[in-house]
Structures are given as structure tokens and as C-alpha cells.
């Protein structure tokens, strides 16, 4: 569970001190979808660095399961992100140089994962999003779906508990995207994840259980969804 | 596996600018090794050039001091040469012989113990001592028991001149001159049979001390039909030569060997000088324990030997001049700069584009951070894929360097070395040039680059440094980079 208390993030932009988020307080429960509008640069993004201890906020307290973030040394959050956080990015981030097989597994690097459990973990995560009969194609040799799917199984073969998805949808075709939440959806409903998505799509977020808009680093819960 | 699988990936991905890292490093390590390879044949010749003045693995010599003016006309002047009147079968020559004088009626004469005869028909021969002043040989003892002397052995110098005058006065006098070297005849690590391998017979052993044998060099040897069991006369006495040596290209060996105490015994000093040479030697050998004493043998030696002098090879080598050293101020002034200018621009290439790399790759390495990948592990990434870089610069390095040491040995003339007088060497310089110059003395010897191990490793490591200097670059730019900071690059 994840629990956002009194959160700014400034940035320095030159002389300037710019605030991405304000004072934000959020609760995340355990296995709940939170999806996140707003409009560009209003700190969507800088909120889900924060949420993936990508980034350290200016001030306030994140807290994972009880763990304060902000007083984890950097090699602790890197432990953190390797073992509890999947995120998925809306350029893919695959490897260009590396098969799909091999994306998936270079998130099982930092685990130690022997090698055997490598191949057998992966093959599991490429089946799941339906994939398993693409293993040793490069990206480019993939469609913009198939490669999304790819890194939602490189987010998922690690077992987290969270995902953090930053727009996966935003560059794919209006079929492409159905496929892809669907799967979503369905991944997050089997496996019980804390989902938080970033999109500007309502119709995406409308699926989610809980819909937040964030406005000038303001966060506002808007929707109760039905999935909740 | 996959940090090779990556590797090697990556590196195919990015083939054309590692081939442009890889071969900037090996155009850098070619260059060095090629100038290595050549400084090593121009010190390899030097050596030569040294060898031939001293001997090999002689790191000082000592040799007397000039004689004063009235002793250098017999050394310098063939005119005041004089010796018996024909060869025998005698071992014990007259002590000081007869002289050579100017009869009354202008032609050559012959003296001994006031009795004076016609040179017509008679062949005048003597064995002297060149220039130098002789040391005695207990200080070849005492030098060998210096701190820091490996090994001191005391060698003879001398020269066999006869004159022969034909029975018709009207003819001209024949002169003859061969170099002699008097030598230890124990196995000793310098001097000058200490580089010489034996063509045929044998060398010196210590039953031979004094004994009627001598060893001829091979050039001497051919040049006068002599061999194994055949007999070389030596101011009146007849020595039985054992053996045929043959001596390293570039050197001028002495053209007879015959061993200290005979060589003591048969060689005479001017009348002015008086007395025979005794238990004299002319010149030193010394090898010090290890190249760092050098200095300090030489300190004491001249502390020891304050009337002598005192030669480090060292200062010999500076004394070298000619396209030789031409060839080694080359190799080591302008090589060695265009070299290092070539290995800064190199790396400096290889760094910058590493980093530029880096720089493009910054949303990769954002987001194996974000996947959980150590900072650490990503720099290793980066230091593997430099170093293989590295590791093919120093192949195709070594080869360029190969391939440059081939083209300076087809190319390069041969070098001329120029050396001073103040040497053995130049003391046979006397003999050859009939005994009337003492002039420098050249050396023609062949630019041989080799290029050895060390010098394949030097380009190895260096090609392994410029590559791990370059992926240290791109290192401090990962570690610097923070993964938000990479992933919003993407966005």
C-alpha cells in the first residue's frame, strides 16, 4: 500500500523553482487501479517517478508497505524497483539490440535468477501476454503491440506488486489499445497488482477503479469507478 | 551470458563507430609499437656499435692512461718498429730485440746489442702494446672485488708488426700487421671472446695459461688460409692455432687470441718505457652486478684507478655519432612525441565518442535503472563493450605495428655509426689503418626493428587503457545520470 504524505516536487528550471506536485496526500490501497489524467506537464509523470522510486520528493513522506522511500539509500530503492515495481512506458523502452526473450529476462538480472529460472520465468511472462511463439524476435521486427506486450511482460516476469504504466496506450492504434488494457485488466485482476496508469485517454481510465486528474501538481480523485 | 549476449549485440548494433574507436586506437598502438619495434633495432644496433668497442656485457672499461709524447712514437709510428730477423722455432724471444736504425749510408738497418746488420732480405717483427699505458693486472683483482662488480677480466692489446724488406734494395718493405689479444683463458662472462661463438676447434681452458695456442677469428683466419692445427708465429714464435671464433657482425674483433701470460711475456715496451710489459694488461672488462650500479662501479673504479681511464658504456653511447645516431635521436625525440600525439587523439576520439554514446543510450540506461539495474552493472556494460573495443584496437594495433617494423626493415639504409678514439676499438683502428691514425672509427651496421614481447604487451595495454579510459568517460556520465532525468529524455 502506498501512502503519499504532504508530497511536493520542485524542479529547477535556471533561477526558477518550479513545483511539479503540491502537498499531495494519497492513499494507494493493495491490488486497486488508480488511473491519472491531466493535462501535459501538470506532473502525472513526475508522480509516477515518485510512486516508482525513480525520483525523491522535495518534501512529505512516500511510503511503500510501511517503508519511508525517502530514507532508503540509493541502492535500496534500486533493490526496491527490481523486486516490487514493473513499470511500462509508452515508448516501450525494449533494447533494440536484444530479442524479446532477452527484454523480458534483463529484468530478472538484478534478482539473480539462475539461469534456468530466467528461461523458465520468461517463457511463462511472454505466454501470459501472448507471445510465446515471438521469444527471439528483435523489437523491430515487432508491432507497436506486440512490443507493448513485451514490456508488459518484462514488468511482470519479476512477480511485483506494483505496476506503474505511464501512458501504454499512447502510442498504439485504437484496436492495438483495447488489446492492450484488456490484458492489463486482466493481468492486474489475476495477479492481484497495485496498478497505477497514467493516460490521457478517459476511456482508459474509466476502467479503472479510481480516477485521479492532476491539475497545476494538484491531485483530485474524480471517479469512483465500478471496478472497484 | 547475457552481459556477452549484450555486448556483443550492442557492439554489432554500433559496428561502424567501434570500428572507428578500435581502429583509432590501432592506428595509435600501430604507431607506437612501429617506433618501438625501430628504437629497438637502433639500440639493438647501438649495441652492436658498443659490442664492437667493448665487448658484450661489459658495462665499463679501464684503460691506462696516454703515454707520454717520447712513448707514442713507437705506438703511433710503424717506423720505429723493430723485432728479429726472422722467424724461429724459439720460445723465449730477446728481451727489448734489435732495433731498426738508419745506416750511415741511408738504408735500413738492424741493431742488437751494437751489432748492426742490412734490413735487405730480413723481416723485422715486434709485438707491442698500442698508445696506452699499461695497468698492472693485480688491479683486475682488485676492480673484481669491488661492491657491485660482477665480473673484471684483464686483456692485452696488442699489435704484431713486421716489416719485410726485399733482398733487391731497390724493392719497397712489406708491412704486416695483425691485432693480438692476450686473454684470460678461464671462462669469464666479459671481454672480448666473451660474445664469440666457436666455428671450429675450441676455445682457451685453463690448462692453456701457458701454452703455445692461440684462436684465430674467422675473417682473419680465411683471409690468410689459416685453420684448426695450423701455425701462426707471433714475434718470432710459433703458436698452434686450436680454434676459429667468430665474432658478432657489426664488431672488429682482434684477429688473434693467445692466451694473458704468453701475450705478457712476447710483448715489449720502448726502450724508453724500458722493461717488458711483465704482468701488465692494457685494458679492463668490467660488467656490473645490475645496469643501476653502473654509475656507481664506475665511481669506484675511478676512486681505485685515478690515473686511468674510466669508460661507462653509457657515455660511450652518447659519444656514437653518424645517421645511427641520426636514427636513434629519431626514434626517440620525434617517434616517441608523434606517437604520444597519436595515442591522445585516439583516446581522445574514443572518449568522445563513447560519451556521445552514452548520451544516446541515456534512455536505455534510464530505464534498466528503473528495470533495477545497479549502477554499477550498467558501467560494467559500458567498460565491456570499451574494452573489446580495446582488445581489437590492440590486435589490428599489433598488426599495423608489424606491419610498419616490415616496411622500415625493407626501407631504411643502412646505418653508418662514427665512434671516438679513446676505445679499444680505436686501438685496433691503429693496426688497420696501418698504424697511422688514431681517427674515428665507423661502424656500418643494419636497422633491424624487432618487435618483442614487451613491446606487443606495451600495445596491448595501451589499447586497454585507452579503451577502459574512454568507457570511464562514459561510466561517469552513467553514474551521474538519474533515472527520471534519462526516462524523461524519452517522453
Known sequence: MYKLTGVTKLYQKGRRTVPAITGLDLVIGDGEWLAVQGRTGHGKSTLLNLLGALDRPTEGKIELDGTDLGALREHQLTGLRASKIGFIFQTFNLIPTLSAAENVEAALIPLGVSRAGQRRRTAGALDAVGLGNRAAHLPSELSGGQQQRVAIARALVKGPTVVLADEPTGNLDEDTRDGIIALLEKLWRERGLTLVLVTHDTSIACRAQRVGVMNNGHLTIRQDSPNR | ?491
Open chain 2, 1 to 491: 551470458m547475457f552481459f556477452l549476449t549484450y555486448l556483443r549485440r550492442e557492439l554489432r548494433r554500433r559496428m561502424r563507430q567501434a570500428i572507428v574507436i578500435a581502429l583509432g586506437l590501432a592506428l595509435g598502438v600501430g604507431l607506437v609499437v612501429t617506433v618501438a619495434a625501430a628504437s629497438a633495432g637502433v639500440n639493438k644496433a647501438q649495441s652492436g656499435v658498443l659490442s664492437a668497442l667493448y665487448g658484450v656485457g661489459t658495462d665499463i672499461t679501464v684503460t691506462g692512461n696516454t703515454p707520454p709524447a717520447h712513448y707514442s712514437s713507437c705506438a703511433r709510428q710503424p717506423c720505429s718498429i723493430g723485432g728479429g730477423k726472422q722467424p724461429s722455432t724459439s720460445t723465449q724471444p730477446s728481451t727489448n730485440g734489435p732495433t731498426l736504425q738508419i745506416s750511415p749510408s741511408g738504408g735500413a738497418q738492424i741493431c742488437d746489442n751494437g751489432h748492426c746488420v742490412n734490413a735487405a732480405g730480413h723481416t723485422y717483427d715486434r709485438l707491442v702494446p698500442p698508445y696506452q699505458e699499461p695497468v698492472s693486472a693485480s688491479t683486475v683483482a682488485a676492480v673484481a672485488r669491488l661492491h657491485d662488480v660482477a665480473a673484471a677480466t684483464g686483456v692485452l692489446t696488442l699489435v704484431d708488426s713486421a716489416i719485410t724488406y726485399p733482398a733487391n734494395p731497390a724493392g719497397s718493405p712489406q708491412l704486416a700487421t695483425f691485432t693480438v689479444d692476450g686473454v684470460a683463458t678461464g671462462h669469464t662472462p666479459v671481454g672480448p671472446l666473451a660474445d664469440a661463438t666457436v666455428s671450429s676447434g675450441r676455445f682457451f681452458t685453463a690448462a692453456d695459461s701457458h701454452a703455445g695456442v692461440a684462436v684465430v677469428d674467422s675473417g682473419y683466419a680465411a683471409s690468410n688460409n689459416l685453420r684448426v692445427g695450423s701455425a701462426i708465429t707471433i714475434r718470432q714464435v710459433r703458436f698452434t692455432i686450436i680454434g676459429i671464433v667468430t665474432q658478432p657482425q657489426s664488431s672488429s674483433p682482434p684477429d688473434v687470441y693467445i692466451p694473458l701470460a704468453r701475450a705478457q711475456t712476447l710483448a715489449t715496451l720502448t726502450k724508453d718505457l724500458g722493461g717488458s710489459v711483465g704482468n701488465s694488461v692494457n685494458l679492463i672488462y668490467v660488467a656490473a652486478a645490475s645496469a643501476a650500479d653502473i654509475p656507481a662501479v664506475q665511481r669506484e673504479v675511478s676512486a681505485l684507478l685515478p690515473h686511468d681511464i674510466v669508460t661507462a658504456a653509457g657515455s660511450l653511447a652518447s659519444q656514437v655519432t653518424g645517421s645511427l645516431s641520426d636514427a636513434a635521436k629519431l626514434a626517440s625525440d620525434l617517434g616517441r612525441w608523434v606517437s604520444v600525439l597519436v595515442l591522445i587523439a585516439a583516446f581522445a576520439v574514443a572518449s568522445l565518442l563513447t560519451m556521445a554514446a552514452v548520451a544516446r543510450r541515456s534512455a536505455e540506461f534510464g530505464t534498466l535503472k528503473a528495470l533495477g539495474w545497479r549502477t554499477r552493472r550498467i558501467i560494467a556494460q559500458v567498460l565491456g563493450e570499451s574494452l573489446a573495443m580495446g582488445i581489437a584496437g590492440a590486435a589490428a594495433g599489433t598488426g599495423l605495428g608489424f606491419a610498419g617494423a616490415a616496411i622500415i626493415a625493407t626501407v631504411a639504409p643502412t646505418l653508418s655509426a662514427t665512434a671516438p678514439s679513446s676505445t679499444i676499438g680505436s686501438m685496433q683502428q691503429v693496426v688497420q689503418a696501418g698504424g697511422t691514425a688514431l681517427g674515428n672509427r665507423a661502424v656500418v651496421v643494419p636497422l633491424s626493428p624487432s618487435v618483442t614481447i614487451g613491446v606487443i604487451s606495451l600495445a596491448v595495454l595501451l589499447a586497454v587503457a585507452g579503451g577502459l579510459l574512454a568507457g570511464a568517460f562514459g561510466a561517469w556520465r552513467i553514474a551521474r545520470l538519474r533515472p527520471a532525468d534519462a526516462l524523461a529524455q524519452v517522453a
